[in-house]
């Protein structure tokens, strides 16, 4: 019908023409015998472009970038005629955006190309006729952090975050590994540590059998389930009590905090609005006093979390997520049903007020979770919330969260953080803790080390900030030898991982390479962050300084980021490694929970773990000991820690906006810190950042509800 009535096979409202970038252009027809020409090519669009200028002068016209030219004009006749709206472009060559991917150059030199003016050669886009991987990164880099960019890139923001995220990769490593995603047993794999040519650290002439005699045959047999029986017969009321907070020591504005929770929960009537509240304040202003002072105020009628396990210990809370039973990985991110949802609401049955400490590590998807949970418990769907009243704590200036967007952003990624995002806008009432509590002293040194924070957070240090800080570089330290025992806060994984097996080595104990167990060889290429945490390979030994990777039994303290010493390492017999042990007996920091043996103080039994990960080719499974390597942490890792010392190298950029302030302010003095020397461009450069930008934009606007509920509450 269609080829008899001479109709079109399809019809569509918009025009696409096909573009490429790559310099390609069309041949010509063979023309008259008169024909003078002497190239045998038609000018391409880009050569249109490039020359743009042959055809109109104007400002709007010259600056243009490539793809808003190529919607809009044609060439008939040797000038320029404009097109319909509805054009679209379908340009070539496409490369993938993913910023550790081997062409993520090419895919920034095309995007200059398409969103960067430019004229008369390709060249001037990038300003140099070299063509290398890093021109066209750190030129794709500078211009996004432009108003052109932010204003005519379609999802500049997170075109610019690829490309930050790009940069922070190593460039002293192989193009084949990238160093945030190398793990300890890579790490191992590559290097000829001396306990591996040492007869006396040798795996293989040590006795592993040694350890269990220190414990009996049932001891040993009770320990996969150890913590498993522990918690369900230890009660709360063993743990230590919150000594009782007079509110008459609460600063000004801890107690207008208080005060605005208070009148909300004196207020009887049913219908009234939940109470949305955010409280904001740098590291050390009291936010966990006031906690303690909220939680004694509302009683039962609150839930104190935090968004991790060390930060729900630090408070004596649980985890939002352990709340809510909020979606870890995709398989969770649905609804709840049946008893799992029953007990949800009978959980939060006499709950109406959910305090979230460390909120800055929410993004909006896990955000809009919370909101659907809290929903889905209560039933009340037209309510934020569901109706209940929600506390945010923390400090926004801390890193953002790692996988999502900040609540902040005002594009969200998809539909559920979307509903993140315009829960968080629904929050009306702000509270700014200035008063700082961690860093103590009222010393010249003291108050300029507050200052010193201060303005490192903002981007504004000074040369005298610069210089201070120089004064704790390990060189200018006459007691250096006492930060020997310091925790070393590092940037990548890869420097973490290095630094921790050259502890390792030091100790002069026979070192177990522990194999995981795995179901697949699929499941055994997934990385950690993929598996719960849990690592293909771990290398610990007796006395070795380590970390849980995994919330066990956070109340007591076993949650992700506890530290403590390897005591004993049991194998069953006849085993030894690389195989998976029985057991790991840790003596844990500051565990207060009960203990293996009572001649064992804090010793708890460590067993592997069985985790699965969904993947193509499906469900994936790996058994290993939720444990790692802990002298030294990533800078991200040590957020919302107090450190009593800290060594600390911030790298030679800010990869990471706020990743110098979340180092510098886990001690409580600067005595407490030594720095690795940097220049003084290193500081002067966190000022330039975009996403810094974006979030003192944030910040200012928390301010102005700060100042909004403050007068509101005064009259």
Aim: charged fraction near 20%; charge should be negative; include cysteine.
């Amino acid at each position: 019908m269609h080829h008899l009535l001479s109709l079109k096979l399809h019809s569509s409202s918009f025009t696409v023409i096909p573009i490429s970038l790559n310099g390609s252009r069309r041949v010509k027809t063979i023309g008259s015998e008169g024909d003078t020409e002497t190239t045998c090519t038609t000018s391409s669009l880009l050569d249109v472009y490039a020359n743009r200028q042959q055809y109109d002068k104007s400002n709007h016209v010259l600056n243009m970038n490539f793809v808003q030219f190529a919607t809009a004009f044609k060439v008939v006749n040797g000038k320029l005629e404009k097109l319909p709206h509805n054009v679209i472009p379908r340009i070539f060559p496409t490369y993938s955006s993913n910023p550790k991917g081997t062409n993520f150059a090419l895919y920034c030199k095309y995007q200059l190309l398409r969103y960067k003016p430019w004229t008369i050669n390709e060249n001037n886009v990038w300003g140099c006729d070299e063509t290398t991987d890093d021109i066209f990164i750190n030129s794709w880099h500078d211009f996004l952090q432009t108003e052109f960019a932010q204003t005519n890139v379609p999802d500049w923001f997170d075109k610019l975050q690829n490309v930050i995220q790009s940069q922070e990769i190593d460039v002293n490593e192989s193009a084949e590994t990238e160093p945030n995603n190398r793990e300890e047993w890579m790490i191992i794999s590559d290097r000829h540590t001396p306990f591996e040519h040492t007869s006396e650290l040798s795996a293989e002439g040590h006795n592993w059998q040694h350890d269990r005699l220190r414990y009996t045959e049932q001891q040993i047999g009770e320990m996969p389930t150890w913590i498993k029986v522990k918690k369900e017969y230890f009660s709360n009321s063993q743990l230590e009590t919150l000594e009782p907070v007079d509110i008459n020591t609460l600063t000004v504005m801890q107690r207008l905090a208080y005060d605005v929770v208070n009148a909300h929960q004196q207020h009887d009537s049913n219908d009234k609005e939940p109470l949305c509240l955010i409280i904001i304040g740098v590291a050390g202003t009291g936010k966990s006093y006031l906690i303690n002072a909220l939680r004694s105020l509302l009683q039962n009628k609150c839930s104190v979390t935090a968004t991790t396990g060390k930060a729900s210990f630090n408070i004596q809370g649980i985890t939002v997520h352990s709340l809510l039973k909020l979606p870890v990985g995709p398989r969770g991110a649905k609804d709840l049903s049946g008893q799992t949802l029953s007990r949800l609401q009978e959980k939060l049955n006499e709950i109406e007020y959910i305090l979230i400490d460390e909120y800055s590590m929410l993004g909006q998807t896990t955000f809009g979770w919370i909101d659907k949970r809290c929903k889905q418990a209560t039933g009340f769907h037209d309510k934020v919330h569901g109706g209940m009243s929600m506390i945010l704590i923390g400090d926004p200036g801390q890193l953002p969260p790692v996988v999502d967007k900040p609540l902040y952003h005002a594009q969200p990624s998809n539909p559920i953080g979307e509903q993140g995002y315009l829960t968080y806008q629904m929050f009306d009432k702000v509270v700014k803790l200035t008063a700082n509590q961690r860093v103590q002293g009222s010393s010249s040194e003291q108050q300029q080390f507050r200052e010193l924070l201060l303005r490192l957070r903002k981007g504004e240090s000074t040369v005298q900030d610069w210089k201070l800080l120089l004064t704790r570089q390990p060189s200018c330290i006459e007691n250096i030898s006492e930060f020997n025992d310091a925790t070393r806060l590092f940037y990548s994984n890869d420097e973490v991982s290095a630094y921790n097996l050259d502890q390792l080595t030091k100790l002069m104990e026979p070192c177990a390479n522990i194999n995981a167990r795995h179901s697949s060889v699929t499941a055994k290429s997934l990385p950690s962050d993929e598996m719960s945490g849990l690592q293909p390979s771990i290398s610990i030994a007796k006395g070795a300084k380590v970390m849980l990777t995994m919330n066990l039994w956070a109340s007591v303290g076993l949650c992700n980021g506890a530290t403590g010493t390897v005591v004993d390492i049991i194998y069953a017999v006849d085993h030894r490694p690389p195989d998976l042990p029985i057991a790991v007996i840790v003596r844990f920091d500051n565990y207060q929970g009960p203990s293996l043996r009572e001649d064992l103080p804090m010793c708890v039994p460590i067993c592997p773990i069985t985790v699965s990960a969904q993947a193509l080719e499906g469900v994936q499974e790996r058994q290993q000991l939720p444990l790692k390597l802990a002298y030294a942490l990533t800078i991200h890792k040590s957020q919302g820690l107090t450190l009593s010392k800290a060594w600390i190298d911030i790298g030679k950029s800010e990869k990471t906006p706020g990743i110098s302030y979340v180092a510098i302010s886990r001690v409580k003095t600067l005595s407490s810190l030594v720095i690795e020397p940097m220049t003084f461009e290193r500081l002067t450069a966190i000022k330039s950042s975009t996403t810094l930008h974006y979030r003192l934009e944030e910040e200012s606007r928390l301010d102005y509800l700060a100042e909004s509920t403050r007068a509101s509450h005064d009259t």
